[in-house]
């Protein structure tokens, strides 16, 4: 019962990440799920198969906002299906001695990712004003729906970014259709698990908890995303992911590293986690917008200029 309420508290928490930062609920669920335990594929499988109801409920509410473009949502969702469904049979197949490194690496690779676009990258606002070429959303797709089943996590932080960098649409209609069409990636990967693993290969009250504390987090992430800085929050998860997955390699047979090289590395990246949350604190201040002041006929700041009346 303890594990099902900590599996709770995990998805609540990975939903909060995800509703700020429109990414990251797989890479954060699946994370966690390996540090306490979980067999790779069954921890892949297991978020996908929660990730369905939570993608379902984000997608219904992006689609009544109107920030979803379906023309996106099919060309990058239906390769990305095909993509998942291969990356979560291939996963299915490997034992999860051999996986379980190479999984962590794929994380720690995201979570670098996750950790330095949150604290240091900048949106360009000419982006919008490239073409979004159709050929260019079909080997996304793939690409990240396979990234997303083998991982764990990756549809958002590979996808999201990507349609930012060289599309034409706005961004509130990237994260829109990237989180719409990420229902059918989850599909897909739960029906390759399935066929990889079978069902007995699945713990459905895991499954059962991620989900109840994915749709408790849903509402509350978007009100918390009016009061948490996404670049704050993205850089303190990255530096979460990478530590987590830094200890797993490092004690996997693979690599064996001694106490003194595991204590080194943690300390590195415990110290550059705390510089890129400085930094990502720093440019949110600097970011905040300063309340325009008005001057006066007298000169002083902030007193009310005198009404005019209009010349008749």
Do not use: C
Not at 17 to 30: E, F, K, N, P, Q
Not at 78 to 93: C, D, E, M, N
Not at 261 to 282: D, I, K, Q, S
């Amino acid at each position: 019962m303890q594990k099902i309420a900590l599996l709770a508290v995990v998805g609540l928490l990975a939903q909060l990440v995800d509703g700020s930062l429109g990414m990251a609920y797989g890479v954060t669920s699946t994370t966690l799920l390996l540090a306490i335990g979980a067999n790779p594929a069954a921890a892949s499988a297991t978020v996908h198969l929660a990730e369905i109801g939570t993608t379902l409920a984000s997608g219904t509410a992006h689609w009544r906002f109107g920030n979803v473009d379906w023309r996106v949502v099919l060309r990058v969702g239906l390769p990305g299906a095909a993509g998942a469904f291969a990356g979560a049979t291939v996963l299915s197949s490997l034992p999860s001695e051999a996986a379980a490194p190479v999984i962590s690496a794929l994380l720690l690779v995201l979570g670098v990712y996750v950790l330095l676009r949150s604290a240091v990258s900048r949106f360009d606002e000419r982006s919008l004003r490239k073409p979004l070429r159709r050929r260019f959303l079909a080997p996304l797709g793939l690409f990240a729906g396979f990234v997303d089943a083998t991982g764990g996590g990756g549809w958002g932080p590979v996808g999201t970014p990507a349609l930012l960098a060289s599309g034409r649409l706005e961004p509130r209609k990237v994260v829109g259709s990237v989180d719409t069409s990420e229902f059918l990636v989850a599909v897909a990967a739960s029906a390759g698990f399935l066929v990889g693993l079978g069902s007995q290969g699945i713990a459905w009250a895991w499954v059962g908890a991620l989900l109840a504390g994915g749709l408790i987090a849903a509402p509350v992430a978007a009100w918390l995303v009016r009061y948490a800085p996404p670049q704050v929050l993205g850089t303190a998860v990255g530096a979460v992911i990478v530590l987590t997955n830094s200890r797993t390699l490092l004690r996997s047979d693979a690599v064996g590293a001694p106490d003194a090289v595991r204590w080194a590395v943690y300390a590195v990246v415990l110290l550059a986690g705390a510089v890129a949350l400085a930094h990502a604190l720093r440019r949110h201040r600097r970011a905040r917008p300063v309340p325009a002041q008005r001057t006066g006929a007298a000169g002083l700041v902030g007193a009310v200029e005198p009404e005019r009346t209009p010349a008749p």
